[in-house]
C-alpha cells in the first residue's frame, strides 16, 4: 500500500521541495475531508486518491495535477465548495478538481449516448485544461485495478465503458501503456473465462517459444556488436485483448497470432535507428511491402518508431520495432510523455520541449464547437495536430483530410464515384458551398446526382491528390464542351486585356498557332487551355502577335517547356533546379517566375489557372543553377578548404559560402552550389557526405 511519505520521496526526483510539500498538504485535507470514509474493499478512501496521484507521478507530472488527483472527489463526496480549494490552494487546482468531479458524474446507458454527451463534456472541461483528462484517466485505471470487490453488474458496466470510452482516449492520447492495462483488465471484467483460457494457453505458448526467442535475440544482439551499435533489445507479448480482438475479428486461431515473433530495439539517437534498420534487414531476409517509417512520417498521436517483418531462422517471421528511447516513453505515456505546462516564459523550449508546450496550448486555446456528438477526437487530436482536420460522415465514421480541403476533396476520399457525382454539400445539416474550407468536427454530406459529372473549375480549390488526379482523368472522359467553355471564357479575359476578343481574330493567325502547336482545331486549343494543360496568357500573345513580330517557336529548345515568348526568371526562394517539379507564376513586371511544386509563397495561387501553370523542363536544357545547401558539421581547421575540394571533385562550383559556429564544436556553413540539374546536386552532396565530420546537409529552400 503506498504512502504519503513513499509518495514524496519519488516526487523528490523531479519536483523542488516546495511542491512536494504542496502535494502533501493537499493529501492531508484530503484526508481529513474523507475522513470515516471507506472504500468497498474496507480500505480508508484516503488511499484511492493516493495511488491515483502514484499513477500521475509514474508519467513525472506537474505538482498541481498531482494535488488535483488527490483531491480529485472533495467536490462530489465530502460537499467542500469549489471555492474553498479555490482560496487553500489557488485557482488552477480548484478548476482541475472541479473539472474531474463534472466527468465523474456521467453515466449512460448505450455506447451512442456516451459518445454525444461524454466525449462533449470532455472536450469542454479539456478546453480549460488538458490535465483533466490524464487525472481521470488515472482515476479510472485504479478504479478498474480495484474492480473485483463490485458485484458482477456493475463490475460489467463499468468495464464496458472502459473499452468503448476510456481505451479509446487513451490510445488518442499516445498512450499505450495504459490502454493496454485499460483492455486488459476490461477484458478480464467483461469475459472472465476468455480472459483466463487466453491467459493459459499465452503461458503455455511462452514456455515453447522460449528457446526461439532467446536465439533471435541473442542474433539480434550479436548483430548489433558486429555493427558497433548499442541498443536494448527485449521481445514483446501482445496482450490478451488484443489476440482475442484478432482470434474474433479476423477470425484467426491462436497459433496464428502467436507463431509471429515481436521484438523491440532501442537505441539513443534517430540516426541510430536507421542504421539499425540495415543491420537487421542484412541479418534476416525483409518481408516486401512490411516496412513502414513512423519516425518521418508520425503517426497522428505522436507515436514514432520504425517498423519491420523479416524472415528469421526456419522460416519465423519477426517483427521488428526500432525506436529511441524518448520515442519508447512517447509510445507508452503519450502526452504525458511530453509534459511542459506553463514553463518559464524565459526558457527557450527545445526539440521535444518546444513541441509539447505548442501540443498543450493548442489544446488551451481550444474554443467549444458545434453542440451535437462532438467525439473526443475533435477536442483533442485536431488541436494536437493542426495541419490536418477531422470531419464526419453521416454515418460518425471519422475522415481526416490535409487543412483546407474542401467537400469535393471529402467527396473523393469516400469514394471516387462520390466525387464524380457529387452536385452539393451539407455542412452540419445546413447547405454550403462546394468550395468551402472544411472545419474540423463538422458532419459533411454529398448530395449526388446519377448523371452529374465533375466541373473543371474544382482543380481551383481541391486540396487533395486523390480529388485532383480523380477530376482531371474524370475530365479527359467527360463531353469536350465543358472544357471548351472554360478555355474560352479564359482565353476571352486575357484577350480582353489586350482590347481584343475571339471574334477578332485573324483565321490565318488561328491556323499558324494550330501548327505551332500540332494541334488540329481550335477546340482542341481551347480544351487544352480548360484542362491547364497551356496558360492561356502564353496563346494570347501567340495569337495576337502581328505576321512581322517574332516571337520564339513554340517548339524550339527552352529550358522551360511552355513558356514561349515570356520573360522567364527563377524563384530565389526555392532556387528550383532541373529535374525539380516546377510551376510558373505569372507575376505583373517580372513576367513568368518558376517556383518549385511545394513552394510556400504560391501556396494561395496555385490551383488558379489564371496564375499559375504546371511546368516540365525541357529534355537538353543546359546551364548552370544555383542551389543553396546547409552544412553541419564538427568544427575542424581548413574546413572550407575541404568543403571547396570535395564541390570542386564533384564538377560543382562554389558561388557563395558563409559559416557560423553553433557552439565550439559545431560549425553550420551555408553554401550556393552551381549545379546543372538534381542529379548533378546528388552527387555532390554524396561527395560532401564523405567528409569526416559532417552531420547533416540539407538542401535551403521556400
Not at 165 to 194: C, Q, T, W
Not at 502 to 522: H, M, N, S
Request: charged letters at 25%.
Amino acid at each position: 500500500m503506498p504512502s504519503i511519505d513513499a509518495l514524496a520521496d519519488r516526487l523528490s526526483t523531479y519536483l523542488g521541495d516546495e511542491q512536494v510539500n504542496l502535494v502533501r498538504r493537499a493529501y492531508f485535507y484530503a484526508e481529513q475531508a474523507h475522513d470515516g470514509q471507506r472504500r468497498r474493499s474496507g480500505e480508508a478512501y484516503v488511499t484511492h486518491p493516493l495511488a491515483v496521484a502514484s499513477i500521475l507521478a509514474d508519467m513525472h507530472m506537474d505538482h498541481q495535477s498531482l494535488m488535483a488527483a488527490m483531491l480529485h472527489d472533495v467536490i462530489e463526496d465530502t460537499g467542500i465548495a469549489k471555492e474553498a480549494l479555490h482560496a487553500q490552494f489557488g485557482e488552477s487546482v480548484a478548476e482541475l478538481v472541479d473539472g474531474v468531479s463534472k466527468l465523474t458524474q456521467m453515466n449512460f446507458e448505450t455506447k451512442a449516448e456516451a459518445q454525444a454527451e461524454n466525449f462533449q463534456k470532455m472536450a469542454m472541461a479539456m478546453a480549460r485544461d488538458i490535465r483533466v483528462i490524464l487525472v481521470k484517466l488515472a482515476d479510472r485505471l485504479h478504479n478498474m485495478r480495484t474492480l473485483e470487490v463490485l458485484s458482477g453488474e456493475k463490475r460489467r458496466r463499468i468495464a464496458k465503458e472502459t473499452l468503448e470510452i476510456y481505451a479509446p482516449i487513451a490510445n488518442r492520447l499516445g498512450m499505450h501503456s495504459m490502454r493496454v492495462e485499460f483492455e486488459d483488465l476490461g477484458f478480464k471484467a467483461m469475459h472472465p473465462m476468455r480472459s483466463e483460457r487466453i491467459r493459459a494457453a499465452v503461458r503455455r505458448a511462452r514456455g515453447n517459444r522460449k528457446e526461439i526467442v532467446t536465439r533471435i535475440e541473442e542474433s539480434l544482439l550479436h548483430c548489433l556488436e558486429r555493427e558497433g551499435l548499442s541498443g536494448e533489445v527485449m521481445g514483446r507479448e501482445k496482450h490478451l485483448y488484443s489476440i482475442y480482438q484478432k482470434m474474433r475479428g479476423k477470425r484467426r486461431a491462436f497459433n496464428e497470432i502467436m507463431d509471429v515473433y515481436a521484438f523491440r530495439i532501442v537505441v539513443d539517437k534517430v540516426d541510430t535507428c536507421y542504421r539499425v534498420l540495415g543491420a537487421v534487414h542484412n541479418l534476416y531476409k525483409p518481408l516486401p511491402g512490411r516496412f513502414k517509417d513512423y519516425i518521418a512520417i508520425p503517426k497522428a498521436n505522436g507515436y514514432q518508431s520504425l517498423h519491420t517483418t523479416l524472415f528469421g531462422m526456419h522460416g519465423v517471421p519477426i517483427e521488428i520495432q526500432i525506436r529511441t528511447r524518448e520515442m519508447e516513453e512517447m509510445a507508452n505515456n503519450g502526452i504525458a510523455a511530453h509534459w511542459l505546462y506553463k514553463s518559464n516564459e524565459d526558457e527557450t523550449p527545445k526539440g521535444n520541449h518546444a513541441r509539447a508546450r505548442q501540443w498543450v496550448k493548442g489544446v488551451l486555446e481550444m474554443q467549444q464547437r458545434a453542440g451535437n456528438s462532438l467525439e473526443f477526437i475533435e477536442s483533442v487530436k485536431i488541436d494536437l495536430f493542426p495541419d490536418e482536420v477531422y470531419v464526419f460522415t453521416p454515418k460518425g465514421r471519422i475522415m481526416e483530410l490535409p487543412k483546407g480541403s474542401t467537400a469535393v476533396d471529402f467527396a473523393y476520399a469516400v469514394h471516387t464515384d462520390v466525387g464524380n457525382t457529387c452536385i452539393a454539400c451539407r455542412i452540419n445539416r445546413r447547405l454550403a458551398p462546394l468550395s468551402q474550407a472544411l472545419e474540423s468536427g463538422s458532419t459533411v454530406e454529398i448530395v449526388s446526382a446519377p448523371g452529374a459529372r465533375p466541373n473543371p473549375a474544382w482543380l481551383n480549390f481541391v486540396v487533395t491528390g486523390k480529388a485532383r488526379t480523380h477530376i482531371r482523368h474524370a475530365l479527359k472522359q467527360q463531353r469536350r464542351s465543358e472544357s471548351i467553355n472554360l478555355g474560352e471564357r479564359l482565353l476571352n479575359k486575357v484577350l480582353a486585356s489586350f482590347e481584343s476578343h475571339l471574334d477578332k481574330l485573324q483565321p490565318e493567325r488561328q491556323q499558324a498557332v494550330l501548327t505551332e502547336y500540332r494541334l488540329e482545331t481550335f477546340e482542341d486549343l481551347l480544351e487544352d487551355i480548360g484542362l491547364g494543360n497551356r496558360m492561356a496568357y502564353v496563346v494570347a500573345r501567340r495569337l495576337l502577335a502581328s505576321e512581322g513580330e517574332e516571337l520564339p517557336n513554340a517548339e524550339s529548345p527552352l529550358a522551360i517547356r511552355g513558356t514561349e515568348g515570356l520573360v522567364l526568371s527563377y524563384a530565389k526562394c526555392c532556387t528550383p533546379i532541373p529535374g525539380d517539379p516546377i510551376v510558373g507564376h505569372l507575376s505583373a513586371g517580372k513576367g513568368m517566375v518558376v517556383h518549385m511544386d511545394t513552394c510556400r509563397n504560391i501556396s494561395e495561387v496555385r490551383h488558379n489557372p489564371e496564375k499559375c501553370i504546371q511546368l516540365s523542363w525541357a529534355k537538353d536544357v543546359t546551364g548552370e543553377f544555383n542551389v543553396e545547401l546547409r552544412v553541419e558539421l564538427e568544427h575542424q581547421r581548413g574546413l572550407i578548404a575541404l568543403l571547396a575540394g570535395s564541390v570542386n571533385a564533384a564538377d560543382g562550383n562554389i558561388e557563395k559560402i558563409s559559416m557560423d559556429e553553433r557552439d565550439g564544436r559545431v560549425s553550420v556553413v551555408q553554401l550556393v552550389v552551381s549545379v546543372h540539374d538534381r542529379v548533378h546536386l546528388a552527387r555532390v552532396i554524396k561527395k560532401l557526405r564523405t567528409l569526416p565530420g559532417v552531420m547533416r546537409i540539407t538542401r535551403v529552400k521556400a
